[in-house]
């Protein structure tokens, strides 16, 4: 049995710019090249860039973490693409989470614990990505609702008068949300407790067909 601590993959392609974190025992590391190339070239790279930070091989990788999304289309295949052929090269235990958790992950600072939130993103053509989280009171993220995407009516009727936040700034409503930026695949480990089991990896596009 090897001695070495368990290692864990999380890759963040849902956005824009390519993320990614390997967490070995309790160091985190994280790429130091740049990830602004094209996704599939930058995230290979960002990879065996962490790797070799750790000192470690792919095989010595035991579990991976992917954002589902909502997010960008091509994004989101390319990182399940590459976590499913690794996979299929080095068998891994792999766990799932949505982009809606990464954004509710940076909340904490703006808004008070035990009151429910919204994270909201535009999903384009009137549409808007929303998810509902709370914080108990010893800190500790609650999903209340999984992401959906809706018509700006139904979305103003769920955040209500509360409080809500996204990764960029939005005009939903006067006031606006509270921008907690981009989020990044690090993030990930501060909300263990929402990672879950999708043995599919199936990309979370929830936009209806046109």
Known sequence: MSDKPNATLVLETAFPSVSMALRLGTTVFEP?????????????????????????TARDVTEAWIDLGPGSYTGLRVGIAALRTWSFVHPLHTKALYSTDLVAARAEAYVARGVPFSVVADARRGQWFHARYTFDVDGVLTRLDEPSCLQVEEVLQ???????????????????????????ARDAFAIEELVFEDRELAPRYLMPAL
């Open 32 to 56: 130091r090249i740049s990830t602004d190339a094209a996704r599939a070239a930058a995230l290979h790279a960002a990879i065996a860039d962490c790797l070799d930070q750790a000192e470690i």
């Open 158 to 184: 769920r955040i209500g008068e509360g409080p809500f936040v996204s990764a960029e700034a939005v005009g939903i409503r006067d006031g606006g949300a509270e921008v907690v930026g981009v989020p990044l």
